[in-house]
């Protein structure tokens, strides 16, 4: 069964204060990994999608990069309006090919 | 360049009632998903279904759930007999290419379901 783990829970950091989040994933046959942005009360909002180990994308002041086992999202030099939670999710080959998302990420940026 | 509308966005229903959630993909997409999110709970997906046809159910209760995404008009969620338990966000999200392919999901903002 495909399974997607994320760490840490939650996060605290200084504005500018860089730092990564972690997303782990066993799929069977990974066919894409996304990740999403999801402020409170909404919806989650589109970041990235990675396609095979090794590729990295950018987007501002996040950079969104894959292994063979997990990715990660770093975030540069972040600022409040950073704050929010993020989701990692995976679609691999079971499963009926559905997303599977982690827990996600609480990330506050104090100014 | 409407994005995926849910409606209504809010919705408190009794125990024993019915609830109905109505989800409009965006525009040029014909896949439909909904996911379901507790407190303090990862998304959890529901049913995938394209116009007219249900193709993967797989994560739907067996009882009291039902979906419909017809020839015209919004994808419907139905849970009939509310419980308490059924008070979540429900989020629908859409994509333009074949389920079976790598797609990228457009979320909406979700219907947040209070059972009282």
């Known amino acids: 069964e495909d399974q997607v783990t994320q760490s840490p829970e939650a996060l605290r950091l200084q504005e500018g204060e860089s730092s990564s989040l972690n997303c782990s994933y066993t799929?069977?046959?990974?066919?894409?990994l996304f990740w999403y942005r999801q402020d409170p009360g909404k919806g989650p909002e589109f970041l990235f999608t990675?396609?095979?180990a090794g590729e990295e994308k950018e987007k501002e002041r996040l950079k969104a990069t894959l292994t063979k086992k997990e990715s990660f999202l770093h975030i540069t030099a972040p600022k409040p309006e950073d704050s929010a939670t993020y989701l990692c999710?995976?679609?691999?080959?079971?499963?009926?090919?559905?997303?599977?998302f982690g827990p996600g990420t609480r990330l506050s940026v104090l100014p | 360049n409407a994005g995926v509308m849910q409606n209504p966005r809010h919705l408190v229903r009794r125990r024993g009632q019915e609830a109905r959630l109505r989800c409009s993909p965006m525009?040029?997409?014909?896949?439909v998903y909904w996911y379901r999110q507790l407190p303090e709970e990862g998304l959890k997906f529901m049913v995938y279904?394209?116009?007219?046809?249900?193709?993967?159910e797989s994560g739907m209760p067996k009882e009291r759930f039902s979906a419909e995404f017809p020839k015209e008009g919004p994808s419907i969620l139905r849970i009939q007999q509310v419980v308490r338990g059924d008070s979540a966000a429900y989020f629908c999200?859409?994509?333009?290419?074949?389920?079976?392919?790598?797609?990228?999901?457009?979320f909406g903002p979700g219907t947040r379901l209070t059972v009282l």
């Open positions: 799929v069977s046959g990974l066919r894409g």
């Open positions: 999200a859409s994509s333009p290419v074949k389920g079976t392919g790598v797609r990228t999901e457009f």
């Open positions: 990675l396609y095979s």
């Open positions: 999710a995976v679609q691999g080959d079971d499963y009926g090919q559905n997303f599977v």
């Open positions: 525009k040029g997409h014909s896949h």
């Open positions: 279904l394209q116009k007219e046809n249900i193709i993967d």
